[in-house]
């Protein structure tokens, strides 16, 4: 047992990727990654001598309603600055970004891990540019430019989470509301969302952050959780051992399980940031910032405490029902053309899902319409068709479209609640079932059950169940 006991402090930088038709400063088609090496580019995101930049008002829209999600204190006045490294990735031997006078101040984000809600400050958010990727070979690297000046915008939150887990709910958090609101796609394999991880230690009790060590470049949540994990313990082991951290930038090696210390020339931290002479201020007025908070839709949270207290769902199925953004716009058309917003969800959930993953469809592929599915549950509703004739009906909707009622007639699938027919049936299953007869007789009830199953298999299925138990029970009655 260790005699002292360490609290983590986990700081992020989260780059993202804006979805944006143009490159940040030029007008070069921007997330076109796949196209051939070095096809989309320009004087400007060359870096030539002489090419002059001009902001992408795209980019600054979406990063300031980012700012304006995450309560931000949105800057009227903001400017950008050069950051200076000499790096082939970078044709300019700068980047420009912000420093002194970000776009987005403050604001945060709650989180939950196992019920605990908790808020992830944010220092700021600022723009700037993406880098050229690099490819090292053995005796040379290949560059391509095509993603050199793709529009980021950088999230520094504060040092506010304490174990892996929170650190993960904050970046899905924030993904999710960031898919949602159409900032980014937030692709993690095509690296929309990269990650430097900032933690450090200290013992409890203590108010003093410990030594901060960086863990660079992380695009996986996997990784980022595997690496905190272990950077935690052993900063702690260090610490247990009576050594001392030094203030360091690491790097993670998935396959080895471990960070290792970044080579000094690899961050060597002196960028010489100075105002970008090319480039006046990014002036706003209140009115622009004002439309464009209109433009926010609803996000995740406050839909899911809407759908509890509009339709009734559970949280659960909320939850659900909301993580994708047409997936709950879908629900939500759905549940208002029905009498029964819950089961609307629990079809929505349980067979809609199913058949979507299934085919590997989204909601946009599917032929059933919501209206379409609110009237196939009035239809079961009304006990016009039963169970298992609904679920026929609702995958001849999902693969063709159609009107319920249409299907049902055409298919013969209405119950049978005529009597007389229902009657008849009864009478075949008893007389062809005694051994069920008599252990019904003799008070066991599943014998009922088995001889209902009859009756349904007799009628093909159409039978109404519910009505079938009520004939035999009559006709067995003593
Ligand atoms: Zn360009
Ligand atoms: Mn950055």
Redesign the pocket.
Known sequence: MSATEYIASIGLEVHVQLKTRT?MF???PAHREDDPPNT???P???GLPGALPVPNREAIRKTVKTGLMMGSTISLRSRFDRKNYFYPDMPKNYQITQQERPLCIGGGLEIEVNGKKKYIRLNHIHQEEDAAKITHLEHSSEIDYNRA?TPLMEMVTEPDMSTPDEAIAFLTALREMLIYAGISECDLERGHMRCDVNSSIRPAGTDRLGVKCEIKNMNTFRGIHRALEYELRRQQSVLESGGTLRQETRRWDDEAGATFPMRSKEYAHDYRYFNEPDLPPVVLDQATIDQWRTEIPELPRARRARFVSDYGLPEYDAGVLTADRAIADWYEAAARASKNPKAVSNWVMGELLRALGEKGLTIADAKITPAALASLLDLLDKKTINGPAAKEVFQILFDQGGDPAEIVKAKGLAQVSDTGAMETFAEQAIAANPKSVDDYRSGKQAALMYLVGQVMKLSRGKANPQLAAEILRAKLAP
Do not use: D, E
């Open positions: 490159k030029c007008s070069c989309n580019v320009c400007v995101c060359l000046s």
